[in-house]
């Protein structure tokens, strides 16, 4: 009975979805719509965390072959159940808060986009097999391409959305390489057969930390998520903080008993203490409010992967809901201060916005110090449990010690964000129309502060992994770290306002120049030089200009042979008239 009751709601969650695009009524239609399936997909989420059941249901067959059937297969268990009504309730508040952040704009051509990439994000979230996957997987992608690129007159959102699609095109790669070697060597891509077999492969392995490298902005592959700040503020909260970005290590959890191979597992360990420590580095150095938190993304991201390389698959799953809440509403509080503020996003030129806007900046402060990991706020609960089990052995003690690091970071940056968009001061030309009149501005702040609050305490008992009791100096770490970070913070504004000019070796524009300026400069001018030495001087010149000059000065060189000796010239036609005559008589026989 459990089984076809959680299919149908899903179901219906996502019909309800689709009713909006088919009709012409208002805006505000969507947004109920979605509330109402947020309202339906928690009774799943209660179900499924209280059996601790995984439930597949098949509604039709695709494709009916001697070798392969494949059939449409909703999964939903633990990791999903969760998702959904987290991703439902995030884009419900964004949406409302569109409309009155788009209010210039075509709101409802905007608003039907971001639903067609919910849709496609609960079909990801829901497969059961690796094409329904692939399908929510690029339909994310395309409309993260065409979000960015919403304001398609700027040649920086034009930039921005390429970067995007380029490199999640790289892990797509990863993604097609694991359906290939599955359709190769089991015959199916439904995700439970893979996973019920237990398979470990290698190369499968690999493509799926591929995959997530590209999606969820890991390092090296990272840069396209500060550049994808060019669109609206809106996109940056849904598809940047709580839903596309995180799609990565998502399948990293639920693929993760594929993926239990010692070093490869390491590979995740590297590659999320790297992003995470490097991001944090980053979002110190940036004044823009949007690339600071932009760069806090990615730090959480590396943090969620450092969970995925501890083999804590529930450790990630438990920190990506709870950073969907207070990074959605960190944006959104962004987004209200550039849109009182004339499209300004610098921290450091914020006007008195204590006064001016109170709720926006109450509702950052407190999402800001969520984000640190203050004690008994959401975030306490998810970074500091990841941070407990990691101390349970020293086989990683450097990743813990990057992790605390980055932590301190964490910190830092946040309450440098924090005390520059509070103050209660005039640093610029006053802007006279900031307000907070409009309900849709602020309910959606409010709600998600309070989400952000209470998810951690709600969740800690379903996802937490306690460790054994640790000494009272373990537990106080993650607390030292906050208040060494918000020291730290205090030195750097009183000894510097401008923090950009002593962090630019780690700032994002150096690195966004080594790859994407320096590189292909340094390409384009050795393939011009080889493609002019070797064709132009070597080929071309030899052989015309080079060449003849050498015949002539050759053909110089034998007339002036003649130097006024008769015995010489005698001799020349003497062999000349022989010759002559052996041909003659030769030619005559």
């Known amino acids: 009975m459990l089984q076809p009751m959680i299919i149908s709601l899903i179901l219906v969650s996502m019909l309800l979805l689709t009713l909006p695009l088919l009709s012409k009524k208002h805006e505000t239609k969507i947004t109920e719509t979605i509330k109402l399936s ?8 209660m179900l499924i965390t209280k059996h601790q059941s995984q439930n597949i249901i098949i509604n039709f067959h695709l494709i009916n072959t001697g070798m392969t059937n494949m059939s449409m297969t909703l999964m939903i268990n633990k990791y999903s159940a969760l998702f959904l009504p987290a991703a439902l309730f995030v884009t419900w508040s964004i949406m409302e808060f569109s409309t009155w952040y788009m209010t210039n704009e075509p709101t409802k051509k905007f608003q039907k986009h971001l639903l067609i990439f919910l849709i496609s994000m609960l079909m990801l979230a829901t497969a059961g ?4 996957l692939l399908i929510g997987w690029e339909g994310v992608g395309i409309l993260s391409f065409m979000l960015i690129n919403w304001w398609s007159t700027r040649i920086n959102a034009n930039s921005a959305a390429l970067q995007a699609i380029i490199y999640n095109r790289i892990g797509d790669i990863g993604l097609i390489l694991v359906m290939a070697i599955l359709l190769s060597t089991l015959g199916t891509w439904d995700i439970m057969s893979t996973l019920t077999l237990n398979t470990k492969n290698t190369l499968v392995t690999l493509g799926l930390i591929m995959a997530a490298v590209g999606k969820s902005a890991q390092f090296f592959m990272h840069m396209w998520l500060p ?13 940047h903080s709580s839903t596309m970005v995180v799609a990565g290590i998502y399948v990293l959890a639920q693929m993760h008993p594929m ?14 203490t790297l992003t995470s420590i490097y991001s944090a580095l980053c979002a110190i150095a940036q004044n823009d409010i949007k690339k600071i938190v932009a760069f806090s993304t990615s730090s959480q991201l590396g943090l969620m992967m450092i969970a995925i390389g501890i083999n804590k698959p529930d450790l990630a799953m438990f920190h990506m809901i709870t950073h969907a809440t207070f990074k959605s509403t960190l944006f959104l509080c962004a987004g209200s201060m550039i849109h009182n503020m004339q499209n300004e996003q610098d921290i450091r030129k914020t006007n008195c916005a204590m006064n001016t806007l109170p709720t926006t900046t109450i509702m950052m ?11 008994f706020l959401s975030g306490f609960y998810s970074k500091d449990m990841i941070i407990e089990t990691m101390m349970n052995t020293n086989i990683n003690a450097w990743a813990l010690t990057a992790t605390l690091l980055s932590t301190t970071m964490t910190s830092i940056y946040t309450t440098r964000m924090i005390f520059y ?8 030309k006053p802007i006279i129309t900031q307000q907070e009149s409009n309900p849709q501005q602020t309910f959606p702040l409010i709600r998600l502060t309070i989400a952000a609050m209470m998810t951690g305490t709600m969740l800690a008992p379903t996802l937490s992994n306690s460790p054994a009791s640790l000494l009272t100096y373990m537990k106080m770490t993650p607390m030292m770290t906050i208040i060494a970070g918000t020291y730290l913070t205090t030195e750097m504004m009183m000894k510097s306002q401008n923090t950009s000019t002593s962090w630019k070796f780690i700032s994002h524009l150096a690195f966004f120049k080594l790859l994407h300026r320096i590189l292909p400069l340094k390409m384009l001018k050795f393939s011009q030089k080889h493609s002019t030495q070797l064709t132009d001087l070597m080929w071309l010149e030899n052989i015309g200009p080079t060449t003849i000059d050498l015949f002539n000065t050759t053909a110089s060189n034998v007339i002036s042979m003649q130097k006024g000796q008769i015995k010489k010239y005698l001799t020349i036609l003497l062999i000349t008239t022989t010759i002559l005559l052996l041909m003659q008589t030769t030619l005559a026989l």
Do not use: D, H, R
């Not at 947020?38 to 989420?45: G, I």
């Open 421 to 428: 968009t509070t103050k209660k001061f005039f640093c610029y």
């Open 129 to 132: 097999n690796f094409m329904q």
């Open 38 to 45: 947020f309202l339906v997909s928690l009774l799943p989420m």
């Open 259 to 272: 993926m239990n191979i010692k070093y490869l597992t390491t590979i995740c360990l590297y590659l999320g």
């Open 227 to 239: 550049a994808a700040m060019e669109g609206p503020t809106p996109v940056s909260s849904l598809l």
């Open 365 to 375: 402060t407190i999402n800001g110090i969520t984000l640190a990991g203050t004690p």
